[in-house]
């Protein structure tokens, strides 16, 4: 079996929660016998050079070191196309950072605001033409490459994969992460929407990231429920075990990590320390990441005259996540809609209790985590307080939430995800046989 | 007699560093040395050395006729030491030429006045010594942070001992009024009032370059023209503007070099106007009448009022976490603390989480190291966080250790003694604690 799969950042520059679970999927399905054909838009490394650049496994691949995949990792071929791609991205951002790149120098790298997108060159600014353009390439590599299936994650990467089919005769599995009503609430993008549909529609079979997303594939989008399959998100076991930071304030530490969008829930996370800042003075809250919601909610924390004990750390990399949770007591993720949200899974992998709402995939699965109505900030403030200073339930949520974790592993849903190709190549060949 | 008073503001504010949340309780060097040390000598190198080699020659030439005043804070003094000595030199020869007054004002271009008294006396004192130790000179007027002024600050002010205090002549508190007379505090009719016509020093200090100006390009004749058309009765006409007018807010390229050596001469061939410093102007007037400040006025912005330093959310949270520190402040001695909490009171951190985009957003932004008021705004909390942090904990230590067994013993003696006495059928005491 042989997937090519349209996927989207590969190490060493991981940046969010899509990145990571490509990443840790294609792992698993090598373990499970698969071999991969991972193509993916890179800005980084070939900006001169050609559009397709077949990228040196050893260069950017697995951890050498674990043993367990010493074995299967030639089996991964990865392909780089030239192309500044990005996942959550919506058509007006992708224009402002397009057009903040062609400005020459400016001075972001030591901002708050610093965001992941670090464009550079000239591109053009109509997202869709260059989603259009990273379709035509993948034509191009699906006609120059052997493979049994097609696998594309979100909508950003579906024209590419229907391309990949028209060229291949291949089947077409659309994974979806997200919708666009995750992203955008009620206010839609229609034009996102209809690549989206179509993606959905023109797909031999869906994965779903939750029963949650399921839900909203079958209702919003119309599709019928026998195509859709839940595969839920897993975590990649820590490579070595962090020695926990030194902490060097003695106030408690509640931490927010993710974009600043309507989509997590960033206000509702300041209502909530607001009202724990009532009770309780040593305590510190910390929002990590950068979003378009951001000096909306900087200007909510003045108000409230918290901006004593409310810190922006702004967007950080793999390392510094790493660090902040080390430093933390507990973790929130008031999202108001969150398909998945690998996060969590990260916090508890660090010892980190954590409260999550239950508008999240990641709800489904998580025993040892509180859950609550992003809307209802009673309930996180409550939560929280009570984790702080409880040390009964934060204590067996560190126990039984790490086993709990160690528990998802990529390596089952990569073989739930094998299955699924498995299904639709059969019945593609039965098919071809019986006509 | 009719005369031009010159003030210049000479400030620069010790600038912080990027400081990051991960940062808090670990490391406690706030500032950006390097940019304060290459600010420091471009303004030097550009705007201070020249132009006070100008105002020597100046006085020279003239003699005792050319004079000018200077307000210099604690936070540029501190820096010139440190990186432009050269720079204190000269300012210390124009001390010593007898023609150039120095005023008082607080150490750290602070906005202590609006807060705090005790705060306010502490930095005027402050800025009195470093003055006394540089210049030789003994404050006796006074110019407040952005010429803020009020009512309620010309209590402090005359309390202090100042004769004399400069703010704006601005148009809500004079009305129909003309600046150009000496006036006098309505509350403390002692200290006089120097008023900034603003029209006269921003045609000098805003317009001069400006091209789109109708009466671009600006003259010396030109200027003591416009001197002569004011009514012959007017007194006084105070100029007061930044000292970085000179070389860096007007590049030597547009002639303001030339425009300010040119001008003693044009107006003492041309005019009856003679040059007095702030403190000869107000012994040489008599004030015409007092004026009411309810409201604190400042020489920013269109509004002249508060709003580029306080009023909108980020500001007031800063300003309140910074001033809620000052009782643990008094109970500290230790001398890095101090400094910072002088550093951290600067005016200029408040400006740069100005959100008053538009209508003086250009201004804002020459000055503005950030790139919005958001990033001002977390950037000095967090460092006032971790400046927090180091002051708990020294003041809480000492504190729990020597005071509350002392208590303890007291308060058992008080009672008894209480006790006894009524029990003898004296009159009850009542104690104060």
Redesign the interface.
Known sequence: MKVLMFGWEFPPHISGGLGTACYGLSKGLLYNGVEVLFVVPRMYGDEDGESIRLIDASDVLLDVNEVKYHEVWRKLTVIGVHSILVPYMSPEEFRRASTFASLEKTDIENSVFKTKFQFSGKYGHDLFKEVARYAVVAAKIAASNEFDVIHAHDWLTYPAAIAAREVSGKPFIAHVHATEFDRSGEHVNQDIYDMERQGMQAADKIIAVSRLTRNIIITRYGIHPDKVKVVHNAVMPMTQQHKRPERYFPEKLVTFLGRVTFQKGPDYFVEAAYKVLKKDKNVRFVMAGTGDMLPKIIRRVAQLRIGSRFHFSGFLNAREVDHVFGLSDVYVMPSVSEPFGISPLEAIRSNVPVIISKQSGVAEILRHALTVDFWDVDDIADKIYGLLHYQGISKMFIHHGKDEVENLKWDDAAWKVKNVYEEVVQRKNSIAFQS | MRSICFYFQVHQPVRLR?Y???E???NHQYYDDHANRTIMQKVAAKGYLPTNQMLLDLIREYGQQFKVSFSVTGTALVQMEKYSPQTLESFQKLAATGCVEFLGETYAHSLCSLRSKDEFVNQVGLHREKIREHFGQDPTVFRNTELIYSDDISEMVEEMGFKAQLTEGAKQILGWKSPNYLYCSARRPKLKLLLKNYRLSDDIAFRFSNRDWPDWPLTSEKFVGWLNQLPPEEEIVNLFMDYETFGEHQWAETGIFDFMRHLPKALFSNSTYKFLTPSEAVDSFNPVGPIHVPFPISWADEERDLTAWLG???Q???F??LYRLETLIRNTGDKNLLKDWEYLQTSDHFYYMCTKFFSDGDVHKYFNPY??P??A??NY??V??DF??RLEKTVSLPLEIKVQPKKAVVKKKSVKTVKSKTINGAEPVVRKK
Do not use: H, V
């Open positions: 990027r990051r949340f991960f808090i309780g670990k909108n959310d980020l007031d949270d800063a309140d976490s790139d919005t958001y990033e705004f977390i909390m967090n006032l966080s927090t942090l």
